[in-house]
């Protein structure tokens, strides 16, 4: 990484530095924190900041000293014996080639923060628990007889401190002593005392008839827990009867005050049951609460009372029954099902706020929510995440109404109006659509803001993942959702670009619908779809940001985005090519006219003209180029002698006369 001083040059006392995973702005050291800034995170480790880090004040980006200093590969880590000459390279996650996400392979999370990645398999290793090993030694055991992948011994107790929030797979019990665990199996861990003691065969009050004989198995089913487990297990052959090891020894007590108030009794009856935590069935075992009369799975004994759910701008809180004065019937804003209101389920404590999920809708993703430990920190975190891209109010009306503003994304002073005096068509310069309703303009330039694009959160907590996003404002920038070069506004995600118009929709997406085919245009949705709760209708971001109304320059009138077509045969006016009629299109009444939707939009629908692009090394000379979607007098191509009557990139110098078809931009 490039180290600079703050006049940009190089120098033994480093004050700033350009991090490879933040290029957009250097990141200051920062030597003493103020109370406000205690309240961050570091980006890399995901810990607390310490007193010494690197800040970016634009992105609210931090890193501790040693993450920002941290080596960008490690070479033949213990920990990954499997390609020990190969080297773990330093990365962020997400990225948008992220399809899954894999655990660390020492304290099994899966957190949003930097990793050491094998290119060769799925291993990794948070930068933490990375930093922590390296000076230990690890002895690789044979393959135990109880499990089917190697183990790994840790002796050191300072190893083990990236473990504390995990217990022994047999006896439950924090992992204070020396341990075994599997890179493989995110399960599996356990002391070496009760490995050495494990016993070959118990009597287990689940299975009087027969005892219970240890074994291993790549692929089997636990009786108790009704999951699929790997490795080492306690079964009857007679009756195919298995359970895994941390069924085995189940504790017959669990207290956690911060999920329930009471401690739940393990109670061994062999039947089904609904679990009044999460609303789902039960087959076998369950944890009962005396105090309160309720009946829990045995993994909902442990189910966090207050979440922070990205899809969502406040905290929700855990509840076994929710208290109402009305009949109504409430849905799942995730899944669209009814959400029994005597049943647990996750719900938003605001007055008038009616957000209500099912348990294991909103938990189904951990990427999606983080766990608040104090009810105190959700007003904090709300307070946080909606600060104001309004730098400052001027004037305010009777109503109190901001009428003239401060903005960053404008150098001048915005004025409140609502309505547009000429008759011309203008769009917002945050989100590129036209200009309906009350905005902000001004009188200096042609710049307009909408009312809502002005007031925008600068820094806000993104439905798409669990972690906050930045607004910026870029002329000429790739949106990695629609898939467009746009102008305007755009969110920064941890590594993601998102613009306004994919970045504002609130309908649910769901990631598992990766691979469906949208309804609008035919094409693989390939992130997820946007998708309709009662039937199979999907969107993908980009026929979800078109506008619902568009002009081509040969339209007298203003089409309409239409959904269907009855025709069994349809062209396009614009292409006159055929026309699929089950795709959506654009259509106007009065001139019977139709035409698809990309026709009508063409190519650059959100990119505004003069929008500098930052592709210097296209022009020799290395003047700064403007895009335009048009030139007068089509004059020819400075790369291929053509008329340029198309998209074109021009330098700002006059007396340059350099014009090049955007088409031709990566050629000298």
Request: proline share 4%; hydrophobic share 30%; glycine share 4%.
């Amino acid at each position: 990484m490039e180290i600079k001083n703050e006049n940009g040059s190089c120098h033994k006392s480093v004050q700033q530095i350009q991090h490879p995973f933040h290029r957009q702005h250097p990141l200051v050291l920062v030597a003493e924190q103020s109370n406000e800034s205690l309240k961050a995170y570091c980006d890399g480790c995901g810990e607390l900041l310490s007193a010494l880090c690197f800040t970016c004040i634009h992105c609210n980006y931090h890193l501790h000293k040693q993450c920002a200093e941290a080596p960008l590969e490690i070479l033949n880590h213990p920990l990954h014996p499997k390609h020990i000459r190969r080297r773990l390279f330093l990365r962020q996650r997400p990225l948008p080639s992220d399809r899954k996400v894999y655990g660390c392979a020492l304290c099994k999370e899966k957190r949003n923060m930097f990793v050491y990645e094998c290119k060769t398999c799925y291993f990794s290793l948070d930068i933490k628990c990375a930093k922590l090993t390296s000076s230990y030694k690890f002895n690789q055991q044979p393959k135990l007889g109880i499990h089917s992948h190697p183990l790994t011994f840790i002796e050191s107790l300072m190893a083990i401190y990236v473990l504390k929030r995990l217990n022994c797979c047999w006896c439950h019990e924090p992992l204070i002593d020396a341990i075994y665990f599997c890179v493989d199996c995110p399960s599996f861990i356990i002391h070496k005392k009760c490995l050495d003691e494990l016993p070959t065969k118990i009597n287990h009050p689940s299975h009087h008839i027969h005892p219970l004989f240890l074994n291993r198995s790549d692929d089997s089913f636990c009786k108790l827990c009704q999951k699929e487990h790997f490795g080492a297990f306690y079964g009857c052959s007679l009756c195919y009867f298995n359970i895994n090891l941390e069924c085995a020894l189940l504790r017959s007590i669990v207290e956690d005050k911060s999920c329930h108030q009471h401690p739940f009794t393990l109670f061994w009856k062999q039947d089904s049951f609904i679990c009044d935590a999460c609303g789902t069935e039960g087959n076998y075992i369950s944890y009962i609460c005396s105090t309160c009369c309720i009946t829990v799975h045995k993994e909902c004994t442990s189910l966090p009372h207050i979440i922070k759910f990205s899809r969502h701008d406040h905290c929700i809180f855990h509840k076994y029954f929710l208290e109402t004065q009305e009949l109504t019937k409430q849905d799942c804003k995730i899944c669209f099902k009814e959400v029994k209101l005597d049943r647990g389920s996750y719900s938003c404590g605001k007055p008038g706020c009616n957000y209500v999920v099912h348990v294991n809708c909103v938990l189904e993703n951990k990427d999606l929510y983080k766990v608040i430990e104090e009810e105190k920190q959700c007003e904090e975190l709300y307070e946080k995440s909606m600060q104001s891209s309004i730098i400052r109010v001027i004037e305010v009306n009777e109503a109190g109404e901001a009428t003239s503003v401060v903005h960053f994304s404008h150098q001048h002073c915005l004025v409140l109006a609502d309505k547009i005096e000429e008759e011309i068509d203008r769009k917002c310069d945050g989100c590129m659509l036209p200009i309906s309703n009350i905005f902000y303009y001004c009188s200096e330039c042609p710049f307009f803001l909408h009312k809502t694009c002005a007031e925008l959160p600068r820094i806000k907590q993104h439905w798409f993942h669990q972690s906050n996003a930045t607004l910026n404002f870029n002329s000429f920038k790739y949106c990695g959702f629609c898939g467009r070069y746009c102008s305007g506004f755009f969110y920064d995600i941890k590594g993601w670009c998102m613009c306004l118009r994919c970045a504002k929709h609130f309908l649910f997406f769901d990631f598992k619908w990766g691979e469906k085919y949208c309804n609008g245009c035919g094409k693989r949705c390939q992130l997820g779809a946007f998708r309709c709760g009662k039937c199979k209708f999907v969107l993908d971001f980009g026929c979800l940001t078109v506008p619902h109304l568009a002009l081509h320059k040969i339209d007298e009138h203003m089409r309409n985005l239409t959904y269907h077509d009855d025709k069994e045969q349809s062209y396009c006016d614009i292409c006159e090519q055929e026309r699929d009629p089950s795709f959506w299109y654009y259509s106007c009444s009065i001139c019977d006219t139709s035409a698809h939707f990309k026709c009508v939009l063409r190519e650059f629908p959100f990119l505004k003209d003069g929008s500098i692009v930052p592709y210097y090394y296209c022009h020799k000379d290395k003047h700064t180029l403007n895009f335009f979607r048009k030139v007068k007098g089509y004059p020819e191509c400075s790369y291929c002698g053509k008329l340029c009557q198309e998209a074109i990139l021009k330098c700002e110098k006059s007396a340059c006369n350099y014009i090049i078809h955007y088409k031709c931009r990566w050629h000298y």
